[in-house]
């Protein structure tokens, strides 16, 4: 019997980490970004320093040693099931974005599979086209 109770609250307590983390700011670093266009096919790698941040009322995307402008996001609604704070879930994030000039709708989806975040990235305006960032580290951002 307390076995059952114990593992209980350990799942219980483990639940609680895993959708707290959906209510924090964390920085997404990475160091490549694959597009693909609205089939599928792959279309091309961009390596750089990628910084990806999200909190709960915003999403920001940079490329840290570059000329190219980054874009930012207002969240309008977010999804958030995770098993495993950071190594097994997913956060998805709907979005307004503003990019060259333009607002668009957006969604994006970090999402951890056997401890290998992802992010992609599904924005109205690129007609179909998804890219996917491959997370190297992250840090919750206090």
Request: glycine fraction near 6%; include cysteine.
């Amino acid at each position: 019997m307390s076995k059952i109770i114990f593992l209980s609250v350990l799942l219980f307590v483990t639940g609680l980490n895993a959708m707290s983390q959906c209510d924090k700011k964390v920085a997404w670093h990475a160091s490549k970004v694959d597009m693909f266009d609205a089939k599928g096919s792959f279309l091309q790698t961009k390596e750089a320093t990628i910084i990806l941040e999200t909190d709960p009322k915003k999403v920001t995307l940079s490329f840290k040693e570059s000329s190219e402008d980054g874009l930012e996001g207002t969240v309008t609604e977010k999804v958030c099931d995770w098993k495993k704070a950071f190594a097994d879930g997913k956060t998805v994030y709907h979005a307004t974005v503003f990019v060259d000039g333009r607002t668009s709708n957006a969604t994006f989806t970090v999402e951890a599979k056997d401890g290998k975040v992802t992010v992609s990235a599904d924005i109205e305006m690129m007609e179909g086209r998804k890219f996917v960032v491959y997370v190297n580290t992250y840090e919750e951002v206090k």
